[in-house]
């Protein structure tokens, strides 16, 4: 069993920074691909960017890739993901996910955090 939690949203204005952190529980953190996706009001859930379980491969979304920086932290059981030069569009729920694929994280995790609200003011 592995448990989530996200923290570090908030309110930021465009263009500002925000580093999202996701502290997972149990002694198996290493083992799973981890992911942070987001939804915003009125949206489905979308992929943000996944890193493998070692850390040597990630993916990013389109829209942010260039923006956000995914991490891991096995020693730590932690996931970051750093945003710069955030955009109004990137208001929403963020929400953490821990796959055992190991290498991406699937459409259909196995775990999932509670989210952490951000919003990018114009």
């Known amino acids: 069993q592995v448990q989530l939690v996200e923290s570090g949203g908030g309110l930021v204005q465009a263009g500002g920074s925000l580093r999202l952190s996701c502290a997972a529980s149990?002694?198996?953190?290493?083992?799973?691909?981890m992911g942070w996706f987001r939804q915003a009001p009125g949206r489905e859930r979308e992929f943000v960017a996944d890193?493998?379980?070692?850390?040597?491969?990630?993916y990013y979304a389109d829209s942010v890739k260039g923006r956000f920086t995914i991490s891991r932290d096995n020693a730590k059981n932690t996931v970051y993901l750093q945003m710069n030069s955030l955009k109004p569009e990137d208001t929403a729920v963020y929400y953490c996910?821990?796959?055992?694929?190991?290498?991406?994280?699937?459409?259909?995790?196995?775990?999932w955090g509670q989210g952490t609200q951000v919003t990018v003011s114009s």
């Open positions: 996910a821990a796959d055992r694929h190991r290498v991406r994280v699937t459409t259909t995790p196995d775990y």
């Open positions: 149990g002694r198996t953190f290493s083992n799973y691909a």
């Open positions: 890193i493998s379980w070692r850390g040597g491969s990630t």
